[in-house]
């Protein structure tokens, strides 16, 4: 992490900032799993509710500017939830409150067809341990299956695996899951139809990126 001596003690740096310097620290890998988010304060409030909230809302606004030139309002809100038995996995949903300004099509697109997520994959010793936060934290039912779980979102799934199904599925070793539960992969969806490549985590960072249609 680039000058962590500038971490401040407020929320958000402690969450998001200290958090990321930790994780590092034990290595490489996916550190953070944020949903989108229609109203960050409604979701807040299904986590106090559901007993794994993990903050206040926290929103943070500034301007930007177009290639143009042109000034723009950037606005985020961000509520996290809590899974104390994986504390190497931090969860929050997000609010963009002027999209309209943040996403530029021209910025969605690459030379390797990729034009989605289809979804992301963690690995756990008992998928089904966790199956009631991350319903909770989702907001829809999971769907059991061969050696774990899957919850579909507007977004993509999100599926919780065993090591031995990971393996299977990817063929590459899953993350150390000596302290609970990890993200393992990211899954790239493209329309192209092509076939399944898999970069294992020596070429990713500690992650695995499963690029799905690819031609």
């Given at each position: ?18 958090y990321?310097r930790d ?47 042109a ?10 939830a ?6 190497d996995?931090?969860?929050?949903v997000?609010q ?6 943040f996403?530029?099509?021209a ?10 997520i289809?979804?992301v ?33 507007p977004?993509?799934?999100i ?24 993200l393992?992969?990211?899954?790239l969806a ?6 399944r ?8 960072k500690?992650a ?8």
């Open positions: 992490m680039a000058e962590p001596d500038k971490l401040g003690e407020d929320g958000f740096s402690l969450l998001f900032g200290a990321n994780f590092i620290e034990r290595g490489d890998g996916l550190s953070l799993l944020i949903l989108e988010s229609r109203d960050a304060t409604a979701d807040d409030a299904a986590f106090r509710a559901a007993g794994i909230v993990g903050s206040d809302v926290m929103r943070f606004e500034r301007e930007g500017r177009r290639p143009d030139g000034t723009v309002k950037l606005a985020f809100s961000l509520a996290f809590e899974d104390q038995r994986a504390p996995i931090r969860f929050a997000c963009q409150h002027y999209p309209e300004n996403w530029n099509p910025f969605q697109k690459h030379a390797n067809g990729v034009d989605g289809a979804g994959v963690a690995v756990a010793h008992s998928p089904e341990q966790h199956r009631d936060f991350l319903e909770a934290f989702v907001g829809a039912r999971a769907e059991s299956r061969a050696d774990g779980f899957s919850i579909g979102t977004r993509g799934t599926d919780l695996l065993t090591p031995a199904a990971f393996v299977r599925d990817y063929g590459v070793s899953p993350p150390d899951i000596s302290r609970g539960p990890r393992a992969a990211l899954r493209a329309s192209g139809g092509g076939k490549t898999v970069i294992g985590p020596a070429d990713a500690g695995v990126l499963v690029l799905e249609g690819v031609s």
